[in-house]
């Protein structure tokens, strides 16, 4: 057989940037979504939600592209993680389904909009948090034999789960706080800032917690981390984890608008680097390598190459849909 | 009392994709529509078609609404529920669906948002763009859902490796046997669903009298339309069928009901299909028949229900039954449309008040015919998940117990029934407000929101003056 070009890697990378697009873009306006239960009267729960009715389909399509993108990519890890994350998948798709109905049904039904502003905000709580279990669970592990997933159905919730599922709430909650902070002003940006300051503690504590937490339950991270001298090559992480969350501290205190959304998407790059650099090179933690987990070659080709074509031109419109709603959010465009 | 983690996982398959593919049954003809919609205004700058652009508009944000989330779910029981058959047949299916996404639903959800929001902020060439590539989306949605779903009926272009399927000629998979048939049926049948409520919903606003002239333009659209796509739509059926009896005969032989094979079958009009004693009760069959229609010979072969080993039949009744709902319903339909013209050469269309008002009850025909063609051709391919090659037994995810998929079952079932009364009530109250300049009367402030297309609305009256 000829040697041909390894696609794992490219895959590798446009999966790895497609999930963080999701997490960083529909986290966002999850996160919006579950401040929204403290908007201080309905004025500001309409600009809320107009700031992010443009565009929260469009993010929450990624979330489409990652599970199909991990089908395509990886589909032996596809067939392990997502029955055995079964509930919280359900919770999360459930959850989803309240919460995007809202959008549309809280303007037109105005008898029940208390109804679906709650379906709303806890939607979106409840879908940030399925997220959360299932990142714990991924990091966890899971019961395998030969290609399938042979654990119950419940065994995904564990306290580290929980934790980190009440983690990402903090998270997604700072992420829609610096997007608010962007796409408002007067009382209502400072309504976010405070918001925001209160989700940034929580997400740092969060990080913290699930950073030392993760070796402890885990040799092998505890090793990656901790040997030298991988912690000095590693060391940037936390380093810089650091200098983000001081960055951002300082910018929701000042008038910066741009910088705390920054601040936000970068704590979450490095934690996302942080589990990435705790797991690789496995897929299916404990069980399958990326290399062994990846789909036959002809399939990954031909996906890709449609994918280099259009991945750029999805990337295009999406900004540019962003640019033509971009700016404050005004009171007279979208639903009012 | 057991419980079968295979067939409650069939039965959750069942519900979500039922819900979801009225969805798009309705959102693939009326993304068309509205930018046939947009089209015209742009060309012919009367109002008649911005307002009912705006209309429409308005009832597609939510049904589309509906769509992407119900269809979110869709994926991802690929992977809760039928995760073995994921395994086995990734490296096929999964770039298929992944090029919906990449094509599709970006589009579909990105311009969506300038189509519903954007009037104001970018031009008029722009916006029509934007509602052309909206309903391109949708239909490159079908493409893609349609031909996974023929890979699955007639696979080809494929080779087995312990147990699991790899690709060998992609230009094979997606253009399997029955693909091209499918998704013309298919897609054709979203568009006649579609003209079907545009028909009714014209029918009411012309009987209610306002807005007439949006009412009446709704009417001759809808009736024009279905002239040419439902004898076209029952057409395209008939060759489906004959793709059908070519790969798939045991399908064909369930939806016939016909248990003993040959030459010169007779067609089964009606009876009720006995599984068990392997014979129609109480039937009512004309001889040689079936072979006419099937072969287009008087005494064509047809194979029957006993040619294939019983674990390899589907579940005849379910079957038969729900194609003659099909077929009885695009009869019924063409009756209307036949009606229809009629009264429209003699000019007695818009004050037939009997005939508007079948055509208001006609506009749920579409979704039951497409429920139950979808039901004959999943129904039909039982027990196969990939035909002939890959069990439906074999495919579900081993990790479920029974308990696990009632538990899910109960609150997909819970919650679909909250969220689809209220979906259709909120359509429907759109549908009694009407279209029309109407809107821009409603006085803002007065306790109800304005609502999206309202601000369109205004927008445009701003634009005019």
């Known amino acids: ?336 | 009392m057991h419980l079968d983690p295979e067939f409650l996982s069939r039965i959750q398959f069942a519900w979500v994709v039922g819900w979801h593919i009225l969805l798009p049954a309705f959102t693939v003809g009326l993304a068309s529509f509205i930018a046939f919609l947009e089209g015209a205004y742009a060309l012919t700058k009367q109002p008649v078609f911005l307002n009912l652009s705006q209309f429409w508009l308005k009832i597609f944000a939510i049904s589309f609404g509906m769509g992407v989330v119900s269809g979110i779910v869709m994926p991802f029981q690929f992977g809760t529920n039928w995760s073995r058959f994921s395994d086995a047949a990734a490296n096929i299916i999964s770039p298929l669906l992944a090029y919906e996404g990449l094509t599709a639903f970006f589009l579909e959800a990105t311009f969506l948002g300038v189509l519903l929001f954007g009037r104001k902020l970018v031009p008029p060439s722009m916006h029509f763009v934007a509602a052309v590539l909206v309903a391109v989306g949708t239909l490159s949605s079908s493409f893609w859902i349609i031909a996974t779903n023929s890979w699955m009926q007639t696979p080809v272009g494929y080779e087995v490796i312990d147990g699991r399927y790899f690709p060998k000629d992609w230009f094979e998979i997606i253009f399997s046997p029955s693909f091209p048939y499918r998704l013309a049926h298919t897609v054709s049948a979203f568009y006649v669903t579609t003209a079907f409520v545009v028909l009714g919903v014209g029918a009411y606003t012309v009987r209610r009298g306002q807005t007439l002239a949006e009412g009446r333009m709704m009417l001759r659209l809808a009736l024009w339309f279905l002239a040419i796509f439902l004898p076209l739509q029952i057409a395209l059926g008939d060759l489906h069928g004959l793709n059908t009896l070519e790969y798939q005969p045991a399908k064909l032989a369930a939806i016939e009901g016909l248990w003993d094979g040959g030459r010169g079958v007779p067609a089964s009009i009606i009876g009720w299909p006995d599984q068990a004693a392997e014979r129609n009760l109480a039937e009512i069959a004309i001889p040689r028949l079936g072979s006419l229609y099937l072969t287009h010979s008087w005494d064509g072969e047809v194979k029957g229900l006993k040619d294939f080993p019983a674990d390899q039949r589907a579940p005849v009744a379910i079957v038969y039954f729900a194609f003659r709902i099909m077929v009885g319903i695009g009869l019924l339909m063409l009756a209307i449309v036949a009606t229809g013209l009629i009264l429209m050469a003699r000019r007695r269309l818009d004050g037939s008040r009997w005939y508007l008002q079948l055509c208001q009850f006609a506009a749920c025909l579409g979704f039951i015919a497409v429920i139950a063609g979808w039901t004959t051709t999943e129904v039909g391919r039982q027990p196969w998940t990939i035909y002939g090659l890959m069990r439906t037994a074999d495919s579900v995810s081993p990790s479920l117990t029974g308990a696990n998929v009632v538990l899910s079952l109960l609150l997909y079932v819970a919650v679909y029934l909250m969220v689809y009364p209220v979906g259709l009530s909120l359509m429907l109250r759109a549908v009694w407000r009407g279209p029309g300049p109407s809107d821009e009367a409603i006085p803002i402030g007065a306790g109800r929101p304005k609502t999206p297309i309202d601000a369109l609305g205004s927008s445009t009256a701003e634009a005019r003056t």
């Open chain 1, 1 to 336: 057989m000829t040697p041909t070009l390894d696609l794992v890697p490219i895959w590798t990378v446009i999966l790895g940037l497609g999930v963080f697009f999701y997490v960083a873009l529909d986290g966002f306006d999850l996160g919006v979504g579950m401040l929204y239960n403290f908007a201080p009267d309905r004025r500001a729960r309409d600009l809320i939600m107009n700031s992010i009715a443009p565009i929260w389909d469009g993010n929450e399509t990624w979330l489409i592209l990652g599970s199909v993108g991990l089908l395509a990519a990886f589909p032996v890890a596809f067939a392990i993680i997502i029955p055995a994350v079964y509930f919280p998948i359900l919770l999360m798709l459930l959850a989803l389904i309240f919460r995007g109905l809202a959008f549309e049904f809280r303007f037109r039904d105005a008898e029940h909009r208390t109804l679906w502003d709650h379906g709303f905000a806890a939607g979106s709580a409840i879908a940030t948090f399925a997220q959360g279990v299932i990142l714990g669970a991924f990091i966890q592990g899971f019961q395998v034999e030969g290609r399938q997933f042979v654990g119950g159905s419940f065994d995904c919730f564990t306290p580290f789960s929980i934790f980190t599922g009440i983690a990402l709430m903090f998270g997604y909650a700072l992420l829609g706080a610096g997007w608010l902070v962007i796409k408002t002003e007067g009382p209502l940006q400072d309504w976010a800032r405070a918001l925001g300051r209160r989700a940034l503690i929580g997400t740092c504590a969060a990080v913290a917690i699930v950073s030392l937490w993760t070796p402890i339950i885990d040799a092998p991270v505890a090793a990656r981390w901790f040997s030298w001298p991988d912690i000095a090559w590693l060391s940037p992480v936390p380093l810089i984890t650091l200098g983000l969350a001081w960055y951002a501290w300082r910018s929701l205190n000042n008038r910066s608008e741009y910088a705390p959304f920054v601040a936000a998407l970068g704590l979450f790059v490095m934690s996302y680097l942080g589990i990435a650099i705790s797991l690789w090179p496995m897929i299916v933690p404990g069980h399958f390598t990326l290399e062994q987990a990846a789909a036959s070659q002809s399939t990954e080709a031909f996906l890709l190459v449609g994918t280099l074509v259009l991945l750029p031109v999805i990337l295009v419109y999406t900004a540019w849909s962003y640019w033509v709603f971009r700016g404050k959010v005004r009171s007279d465009i979208g639903y009012h």
